[in-house]
């Protein structure tokens, strides 16, 4: 067992950057993985209840209303974050490919990136919340 | 005495398997398309969510009033088309990476295809036949 322990570990990337597993690249693929099978079946719900414009405005509109609630709109916040996540690390994992340096700096980027979503979604979270949270606490 | 045909030294017993360039392609269609949802999907959730005001704003009309222009008509069907088939191949990756019994992984895929087939074709097909008057 400490021989096996012993074998994946050597190797970890803090120095020399071989190692991929365990390490930051290893969750940023975990994360992106995740991220992207939410999207797929967000994007099945979403194609089907915009499909609805087929049937009736009425119908629509009704399934569009139940969407207008606090917890949904916390929902599509969390929904934003995913693909915003997802298209950066996308970028990030094109660069490692293809960018003659990309191996190397790839934690770096991976920084870069999660600083670079923290200053989209801290504005885009409130945009997206603001009239929520007027209506929530008597706004009109 | 007919000639003997012996094989020459490490000829492989088998001619070697036509391998096809399938995967090399999905990889690089993931890169390209990805970059195009970049702005596509992005620029969407932007123009939807902040520019737009939110879930707040949509109804009926809002969507009889994009659809009436065929910018709005070919942007929504560019990024339908890109994201199933994107999405897709990256759940058939999940698939075959984590379906332990062949069984599994087939009806799993086949699940993914009847899914991915239905959307791309039922979202096709209503922005194509879209009719803002439909009420009566």
Redesign the interface.
């Known amino acids: 067992m400490a021989g096996t322990t012993a074998t994946e570990r050597s190797g970890t990337s803090k120095g020399g950057g071989t190692l991929y597993r365990g390490d930051l690249g290893m969750w940023s693929w975990v994360a992106h993985?995740i991220t992207?099978?939410l999207?797929?079946f967000f994007?099945?719900a979403h194609?089907?209840d915009?499909?609805l414009?087929?049937v009736?405005?009425?119908a629509?509109?009704k399934v569009?209303e139940t969407?207008?609630n606090p917890v949904?709109?916390l929902f599509?916040v969390g929904l934003?974050g995913a693909?915003?996540y997802h298209?950066l690390n996308?970028?990030r994992?094109?660069l490692v490919?293809?960018w003659a340096k990309g191996p190397r700096y790839q934690r770096q980027m991976l920084w870069a990136i999660l600083a670079v979503w923290v200053l989209v979604m801290v504005p885009?979270a409130y945009?997206?919340l603001v009239?929520t949270v007027t209506e929530m606490f008597g706004g009109q | 005495m007919s000639e003997l045909t012996l094989a020459k030294p490490r000829t492989p017993r088998r001619p070697a398997a036509r391998r096809s360039n399938g995967e090399l392609y999905s990889w690089l269609f993931m890169?390209i398309s990805?970059?195009a949802?970049?702005v596509l999907?992005?620029g969407h959730?932007f123009i939807m969510?902040?520019l737009d005001?939110?879930?707040?704003r949509?109804?009926?009309?809002f969507?009889?009033g994009r659809w009436a222009s065929p910018f709005w008509q070919f942007w929504d069907l560019a990024m339908?088309w890109l994201?199933?088939i994107h999405?897709?191949n990256?759940?058939r990756t999940?698939i075959n990476d984590y379906a332990r019994k062949d069984a599994t992984r087939f009806w799993l895929k086949v699940l993914l295809y009847v899914?991915m087939v239905l959307?791309i074709g039922?979202?096709t097909?209503?922005i194509f036949?879209?009719?803002p008057n439909?009420?009566d």
């Open positions: 993985r992207g099978v999207t797929f994007l099945f194609v089907l915009t499909a414009v087929r009736s405005p009425d629509y509109d569009i969407y207008k949904v709109n599509e934003v693909v915003l298209a996308g970028i994992v094109m490919d293809f885009g945009f997206m009239r | 890169r990805g970059l949802l970049v999907v992005l959730l969510n902040v005001g939110g879930v707040h949509i109804n009926f009309g969507v009889a339908l994201a199933q999405g897709g990256g759940l999940v899914s959307i039922l979202g097909y209503v036949t879209f009719d439909i009420t």
